[in-house]
């Protein structure tokens, strides 16, 4: 069963333009976790944020988590045509190994235009 | 420097074949994953390793699939008799310790039953 939900399912931007992806999810979490994944190729991690964060940036990424909300956001600035992915939110629920498991949603595929 | 790798790339099966998938997780890493990934969804959990014990199979979906991981190092996915709906990708991820920490995914296995 997948847990998180991102919204929009598909984006289609201009390089240059900040994308913003939406993650819902239903249980409560260790830490949400973000990933993209090229066509044929396998998932890069990109994020992770902890429930007892906000906010979290690296490079042009930008993250929040609203645990009341039980949603996350991920905010790329100025995209490229090399961001063309599909991405993914993963949540883990647990904190001990056998519970560390990644829960995926179905993805949220991303297209900058060049 | 040596990320996780799996092989097969690709196989092709005919229906009822026995296929055996591999995976080399990143040295030193104590936990390891695979994941089943169908066309246009998200990785589903299958199963976990931390070292050689298998604390978690409850995501194989048929007692056709079987997973070891015998020296705590190197993983075997085998699904025998396979059937059409075994084609997906197959993804093995490790993490370096044995809690909810970031997973490093292999570039996976695609499987094509016929």
């Known amino acids: 069963s997948q847990q998180g939900e991102e919204d929009p399912q598909a984006l289609s931007i201009q390089e240059g333009e900040n994308a913003t992806m939406n993650c819902s999810y239903k249980t409560s979490i260790n830490n949400l976790q973000w990933y993209r994944q090229n066509s044929g190729r396998g998932l890069v991690h990109l994020i992770l944020i902890r429930s007892n964060e906000r906010e979290k940036h690296s490079g042009r990424l930008r993250v929040t988590l609203d645990t009341s909300k039980k949603s996350s956001s991920l905010l790329i600035t100025a995209s490229r045509a090399a961001d063309t992915a599909s991405y993914f939110c993963a949540t883990v629920s647990g904190y001990t190994g056998a519970n560390s498991k990644l829960t995926f949603g179905k993805g949220i595929t991303l297209s900058v235009r060049p | 420097g040596a990320g996780v790798s799996q092989s097969p790339r690709y196989k092709v099966a005919k229906r009822g074949q026995d296929v055996a998938l591999r995976c080399d997780p990143i040295s030193g890493h104590v936990s390891l994953f695979w994941y089943q990934q169908a066309l246009g969804q998200g990785p589903e959990f299958l199963t976990y390793f931390q070292n050689e014990a298998q604390l978690d199979k409850s995501g194989l979906p048929s007692d056709r699939f079987f997973a070891e991981r015998p020296e705590g190092s190197v993983s075997t996915l085998k699904i025998q008799r396979t059937q059409q709906e075994d084609s997906a990708v197959y993804l093995c991820?490790?993490?370096?310790?044995?809690?909810?920490?970031?997973?490093?995914f292999g570039p996976g296995t695609r499987l094509t039953v016929l």
């Open positions: 991820a490790s993490s370096l310790a044995g809690g909810p920490d970031t997973q490093y």
